[in-house]
């Protein structure tokens, strides 16, 4: 397939990982939307893929796998495959990544899509993240990309010691969310907010956590 696919958004001083931008070069955002939107694809936004369900402006994207300090050889969990286009950045960076998606026709979709493109290092689970996938743990990093009104405790656990987190977490306010970049070292956790983002909410276990608080 022929490249690079340029997407608007990857010149912002923050990105300073040029292998994330030029992972993401290689991955062909178009075949990751409906045909409908095919036209802004490389535009920095995000855009409807169904089931009430966005993929990410590219912009966030690369801010999130750069934050994750994704290397080659790294094991990656990703909560919400969506359309499958960040297991894609992903694998281009050459990680071996598990995905979980809980809407069932989103997952299968993914499934098929990342097969056909050629990315073999991906598997694509459908379930609830909120648990992770223990049976793959630990991991190098994991990437959540649906808003959560906590962080998860199962994620927590499944980082790898150095391992790194990046999670939409819901504000105190409750407008919008803060994304946060969680490391591990041994038995304690350290934090930082990379500031306001939007993302759509996780659902599942996540929902019912958000209704409890």
Same mark, same amino acid.
Do not use: C
């Given at each position: 397939?022929?490249?690079?696919?340029?997407s608007k958004?990857?010149?912002r001083?923050?990105?300073?990982?040029?292998e994330?931008?030029?992972?993401?070069?290689?991955?062909?955002?178009?075949?990751f939307?409906?045909?409908r939107?095919r036209?802004s694809?490389y535009e920095?936004?995000?855009?409807?893929i169904?089931?009430?369900?966005?993929?990410s402006q590219?912009?966030?994207?690369?801010?999130?796998?750069?934050?994750?300090?994704?290397?080659?050889g790294?094991?990656?969990l990703?909560? /919400?495959t969506?359309?499958?286009?960040?297991?894609?950045?992903?694998?281009?960076?050459?990680?071996?990544?598990f995905?979980?998606?809980?809407?069932?026709?989103l997952? =299968?979709?993914?499934?098929e899509?990342l097969?056909?493109?050629?990315?073999?290092?991906?598997?694509?689970r459908q379930g609830?993240?909120w648990?992770g996938w223990s049976e =793959?743990?630990?991991?190098?990093?994991?990437?959540?990309?649906a808003?959560?009104?906590?962080?998860?405790?199962?994620?927590?656990d499944?980082?790898?010691?150095?391992?790194?987190l990046?999670?939409?977490?819901?504000?105190?306010n409750q407008? /919008?969310?803060?994304?946060m970049?969680? =490391?591990?070292?041994?038995d304690?956790?350290?934090s930082?907010?990379l500031?306001?983002?939007?993302f759509?909410?996780?659902?599942?276990?996540?929902a019912? =956590?958000?209704?409890?608080?």
């Amino acid at each position: 397939m022929q490249g690079p696919f340029v997407s608007k958004g990857l010149d912002r001083d923050v990105l300073s990982n040029r292998e994330v931008v030029a992972a993401m070069s290689r991955v062909p955002r178009h075949e990751f939307v409906p045909k409908r939107f095919r036209g802004s694809a490389y535009e920095d936004r995000a855009l409807p893929i169904g089931s009430e369900q966005t993929i990410s402006q590219p912009f966030i994207v690369a801010l999130m796998t750069q934050e994750a300090r994704v290397t080659q050889g790294s094991r990656v969990l990703e909560i /919400g495959t969506g359309s499958g286009y960040q297991a894609a950045v992903l694998s281009e960076m050459g990680a071996r990544v598990f995905s979980i998606e809980i809407i069932e026709e989103l997952a =299968e979709q993914a499934r098929e899509r990342l097969a056909e493109l050629g990315y073999e290092n991906v598997e694509v689970r459908q379930g609830d993240g909120w648990q992770g996938w223990s049976e =793959e743990a630990p991991f190098d990093a994991i990437i959540v990309t649906a808003a959560t009104p906590e962080i998860p405790q199962p994620l927590l656990d499944q980082l790898a010691h150095r391992g790194r987190l990046v999670i939409p977490v819901q504000s105190a306010n409750q407008l /919008g969310e803060n994304l946060m970049v969680i =490391e591990r070292d041994g038995d304690n956790f350290s934090s930082q907010n990379l500031g306001p983002v939007r993302f759509v909410p996780m659902t599942g276990k996540g929902a019912e =956590e958000a209704e409890q608080n």
